[in-house]
């Protein structure tokens, strides 16, 4: 079933606007509900510590609403590059590790596909059980810290919508970036998603396999037919949040990838990494003391902080 178009495309266009103002890259996969920025420059390894709000209640989301047996399935976060996807609605079927999550709340198979996913896959971590929210407990840590570089400074995560046929809620492909620098916290809602390989239509059907798999999709215009996730105002409303906070910097660390700012030649931003500075003495003379002039690339001292020896003599949190 399809609600107004006319007020999706609203939507979208308020959330829309309100991300350019925050300058964080964002889609209609997820809404950003606050930003803290930073001053840590993405070239520096850092770690976050995060949260799963639940905002999937009965108040919220009145259709058929399971009652005590709603729950979430311990959540999954994952900090990776570019070049790996745990889920996306472009047109593409979920994985058999985003297929077991979906229906049935077990990792394991994720957390093989992303071992498998090799250097793309920075770091993960994972709740330790289910988040019952008809127990008052709105909320659960994710166990120890995300860690994340240069090379890896993207999230997703994912946990099942209990009792469902197959879906869930998560981000895809977060970047917690503004100007070159690492947020210092941020919180983003994220809405119910359809992983394409159960045909139930209510939150207790039976089993019933889609065959062939369909794409993941975000249930927001194509919506199950007894509308079960939509709000008392007629639109499909975020059902999780994610709220992450930058750790402290308890020791001094550099990425041989990061870059730096090297110049501007010809109007375009020249940079080198860390590890190529590190090769030659001369090379640390001469751009170590450099100030960058390049909001979008720190200096070789922001980043190449054990190279150019800039490392703080105490521990600072730098935001």
């Given at each position: 079933m399809y609600f107004s178009l006319s007020i999706n495309l609203l939507l979208l266009q308020v959330w829309s606007v309100y991300s350019q103002d925050q300058d964080i890259p964002t889609s209609e996969t997820y809404q950003v509900r606050r930003v803290t920025t930073g001053e840590t420059p993405v070239g520096i390894p850092i770690a976050y510590t995060c949260q799963f709000n639940n905002l999937w209640t009965a108040d919220r989301h009145p259709k058929s609403y399971p009652g005590g047996s709603a729950h979430w399935s311990p959540m999954l976060m994952a900090s990776h590059s570019k070049k790996y996807t745990m889920f996306s609605d472009q047109d593409k079927v979920a994985s058999q590790g985003v297929k077991s999550v979906a229906e049935t709340g077990g990792t394991s198979t994720l957390k093989s596909e992303l071992a498998a996913a090799g250097k793309n896959v920075k770091d993960f971590?994972?709740?330790?059980?289910?988040?019952?929210?008809?127990?008052?407990?709105?909320?659960?840590?994710?166990?120890?810290?995300?860690?994340?570089d240069v090379g890896h400074r993207t999230i997703s995560s994912i946990s099942m919508v209990a009792p469902s046929p197959d879906w869930f809620t998560g981000l895809s492909n977060y970047r917690p970036v503004k100007d070159g620098k690492w947020l210092q916290s941020f919180s983003v809602d994220t809405y119910p998603w359809d992983a394409g390989t159960?045909?139930?239509?209510?939150?207790?059907?039976?089993?019933?396999?889609?065959n062939p798999k369909e794409r993941v999709y975000r249930i927001f215009y194509d919506l199950p037919e007894n509308n079960v996730f939509i709000g008392k105002d007629g639109s499909v409303l975020p059902v999780g949040q994610w709220s992450c906070d930058k750790v402290k910097e308890t020791e001094c660390r550099e990425d041989q990838g990061a870059k730096f700012f090297q110049k501007m030649k010809d109007g375009k931003l020249r940079t080198k990494k860390c590890r190529w500075l590190a090769?030659?003495?001369?090379?640390?003379?001469?751009?170590?003391?450099?100030i960058s002039t390049n909001v979008y690339a720190p200096s070789a001292g922001d980043v190449c902080r054990v190279t150019c020896e800039t490392c703080p003599s105490i521990s600072t949190d730098d935001d």
């Open positions: 971590t994972t709740a330790s059980s289910s988040l019952f929210p008809s127990n008052n407990n709105q909320s659960k840590n994710i166990n120890g810290q995300l860690e994340m159960d045909s139930g239509t209510s939150y207790t059907s039976g089993n019933s396999a889609t090769k030659k003495i001369a090379r640390k003379n001469r751009f170590c003391s450099k």
